[in-house]
């Protein structure tokens, strides 16, 4: 992981997970655990029209005017998916808590549209929450008596 997280972390010399060495481009998109995240991150991106790549995941989607609430979102699960990973690795480094990944990155999603269908409920219109949540029904649905429907 070189400099940039040797000041936050402790740093192994191999990955934690596989034994390959670690370094920053290894921890965040090589390594074999990533796998399953980066396949449930192309099917939830192809419900969008969008291709999971590389590129897009470190230097997010560019938001785009008729797009702009697609766009916000989709950055949004990049960025979770980068937080399940360190939060993850963390945790396999002080060998306590779940490892996937892909199980943390749905979770941390799920909790927060969870969250968000609750305060909106008791400070904001519903409309709000459909605008920025429901797009497509690609990651939930409110039903017609107001209760959530997750579909990740």
């Known amino acids: 992981m070189g400099l940039y997280l040797a000041r936050f972390t402790s740093v192994p010399e191999a990955c934690t997970f596989c034994g390959v060495r670690e370094t ?3 921890a965040y998109l090589q390594c074999t655990r990533l796998q399953l995240l980066f396949q449930l991150l192309q099917n939830l991106l192809l419900r969008f029209w969008l291709h999971f790549s590389p590129h897009l995941f470190i230097f997010a ?6 797009t702009k609430s697609r766009d916000h979102l989709v950055n949004f699960l990049l960025a979770m998916a980068k937080v399940a990973i ?6 396999r480094l002080a060998e306590v808590g779940p490892c996937d990944c892909g199980a943390v990155f749905h979770s941390f999603i ?6 968000e ?3 909106v409920a008791f400070t904001v219109s519903l409309e ?3 605008e920025q949540w429901v ?8 039903s017609a008596s ?3 429907v997750l579909a990740l």
Do not use: D, Q
Not at 86 to 91: D, F, H, P
């Open 24 to 26: 920053l481009a290894h």
């Open 146 to 148: 107001g209760s959530l």
């Open 128 to 130: 709000a929450f459909e």
């Open 135 to 142: 797009l497509s029904r690609v990651l939930c649905l409110v």
């Open 86 to 91: 360190c939060n993850t690795r963390e945790k």
């Open 61 to 66: 989607h560019p938001i785009r005017g008729p």
């Open 117 to 119: 269908l609750l305060w």
């Open 110 to 115: 799920c909790s927060c549209i969870r969250a």
